[in-house]
């Protein structure tokens, strides 16, 4: 049994997401105690416990302790299994994130995983579906990873309803070293994204891509922004751009003009972009279970945020694989040793 202190670095939801995710692909079984105790509202929110659900659904797993609220759990895996299944997070809980529980034990099934999940696509706090599919799976690829995600519908904050349709196939992982590859070179540096809004004036979305775009161009990248207006369940908007390995989102809130939306996002990008990095902060911490998980592989990141110390710090505790972080310049190299 490996026991994990839900509190440490992060403290966040991500910590149990590494952990039962790592506890499915071991086979070990695994207790988290204090998850989330340093929030407002500590344990385990709806979109954890589904999250914790569908793992134990792939891996035959027995979880005691799960529930809304609950501090402590413990996770114990059987064997993973392929098949269809139908998830319902019930509110605008993050899509993404919920994939990010599943998605490395998923790579180990004997067979193919689809997932039908309803809920939050671009959502606060959390990447959205389009860095999912453009950043995450990009880099994730190189890896010998194979996922196709669909959406279906697009989900909001507070209602949710968004679909995607996930199918993750049996993979053959390796390593892959990021930081001697120039990722951003891939397209010729050319900065691509969507913005979209549903149940909204079709200009919202229009002026949150011209704005980004502007700002991008101006900076002497050359920029392509598709734009998506439609009318889903919820009323939303938002805006993901990307470039290599590297990408920014920033989600439309109410009272705050559609021109603000794009330069954000813009700003974002810019400042990843703007570093000699191999990848950006946000890809930087969902690389490090898979770099566990394949024993190799490095890369270049401009900061090390405490999400990437703390998945450092998870992975090590279920694998026999050591990371090494050494400042370069102005950048941090993170390496399996």
């Given at each position: 049994?490996?026991?994990?202190?839900?509190?440490?670095?992060?403290?966040?939801?991500?910590?149990?997401?590494?952990?039962?995710?790592?506890?499915?692909?071991?086979?070990?079984?695994?207790?988290?105690?204090?998850?989330?105790?340093?929030?407002?509202?500590?344990?385990?929110?709806?979109?954890?416990?589904?999250?914790?659900?569908?793992?134990?659904l792939i891996c035959d797993a027995t979880v005691e302790g799960i529930g809304i609220g609950s501090t402590a759990i413990t996770f114990s895996p059987q064997e993973m299994k392929g098949g269809c299944y139908n998830i319902d997070i019930g509110t605008a809980g993050?899509?993404?994130?919920?994939?990010?529980?599943?998605?490395?034990?998923?790579?180990?099934?004997?067979?193919?995983?689809?997932?039908?999940?309803?809920?939050?696509?671009?959502?606060?706090?959390?990447?959205?579906?389009?860095?999912?599919?453009?950043?995450?799976?990009?880099?994730?690829?190189?890896?010998?990873?194979?996922?196709?995600?669909?959406?279906?519908?697009?989900?909001?904050?507070?209602?949710?309803?968004?679909?995607?349709?996930?199918?993750?196939?049996?993979?053959?992982?390796?390593?892959?070293?990021?930081?001697?590859?120039?990722?951003?070179?891939?397209?010729?540096?050319?900065?691509?994204?969507?913005?979209?809004?549903?149940?909204?004036?079709?200009?919202?979305?229009?002026?949150?891509?011209?704005?980004?775009?502007?700002?991008?161009?101006?900076?002497?990248?050359?920029?392509?922004?598709?734009?998506?207006?439609?009318?889903?369940?919820?009323?939303?908007?938002?805006?993901?751009?990307?470039?290599?390995?590297?990408?920014?989102?920033?989600?439309?809130?109410?009272?705050?003009?559609?021109?603000?939306?794009?330069?954000?996002?813009?700003?974002?990008?810019?400042?990843?972009?703007?570093?000699?990095?191999?990848?950006?902060?946000?890809?930087?911490?969902?690389?490090?279970?898979?770099?566990?998980?394949?024993?190799?592989?490095?890369?270049?990141?401009?900061?090390?945020?405490?999400?990437?110390?703390?998945?450092?710090?998870?992975?090590?505790?279920?694998?026999?694989?050591?990371?090494?972080?050494?400042?370069?310049?102005?950048?941090?190299?993170?390496?399996?040793?």
């Amino acid at each position: 049994m490996i026991h994990i202190d839900g509190s440490y670095g992060e403290g966040g939801g991500q910590i149990l997401r590494t952990s039962v995710a790592l506890s499915a692909v071991t086979g070990e079984a695994v207790t988290i105690n204090n998850i989330r105790s340093n929030r407002p509202k500590p344990g385990l929110s709806a979109q954890h416990v589904k999250a914790i659900e569908t793992a134990a659904l792939i891996c035959d797993a027995t979880v005691e302790g799960i529930g809304i609220g609950s501090t402590a759990i413990t996770f114990s895996p059987q064997e993973m299994k392929g098949g269809c299944y139908n998830i319902d997070i019930g509110t605008a809980g993050s899509i993404a994130l919920l994939l990010q529980c599943i998605m490395p034990a998923a790579a180990y099934s004997d067979s193919d995983i689809e997932l039908r999940i309803t809920g939050g696509t671009d959502v606060s706090w959390s990447p959205s579906i389009d860095y999912l599919n453009n950043v995450t799976l990009r880099a994730l690829s190189k890896m010998g990873y194979r996922c196709n995600i669909d959406t279906r519908k697009r989900g909001y904050y507070p209602r949710g309803g968004g679909v995607v349709h996930a199918t993750i196939y049996p993979s053959e992982m390796r390593s892959c070293d990021f930081s001697e590859e120039d990722m951003n070179s891939e397209e010729g540096g050319k900065v691509t994204g969507i913005s979209h809004s549903s149940n909204l004036p079709e200009h919202v979305a229009q002026r949150q891509a011209d704005s980004a775009r502007d700002l991008i161009q101006k900076a002497g990248y050359e920029c392509e922004i598709d734009t998506e207006c439609s009318e889903y369940p919820s009323t939303g908007s938002g805006i993901t751009l990307y470039c290599g390995m590297k990408g920014a989102y920033v989600p439309g809130k109410r009272g705050l003009p559609a021109e603000k939306v794009g330069s954000r996002v813009a700003a974002e990008l810019l400042e990843e972009l703007s570093s000699n990095s191999s990848v950006d902060v946000h890809l930087a911490d969902q690389l490090i279970p898979y770099m566990g998980l394949t024993k190799g592989g490095s890369f270049t990141v401009r900061e090390m945020s405490s999400h990437t110390a703390t998945n450092i710090h998870v992975t090590e505790q279920f694998l026999d694989v050591k990371f090494r972080t050494e400042k370069k310049e102005e950048m941090m190299e993170i390496s399996v040793i």
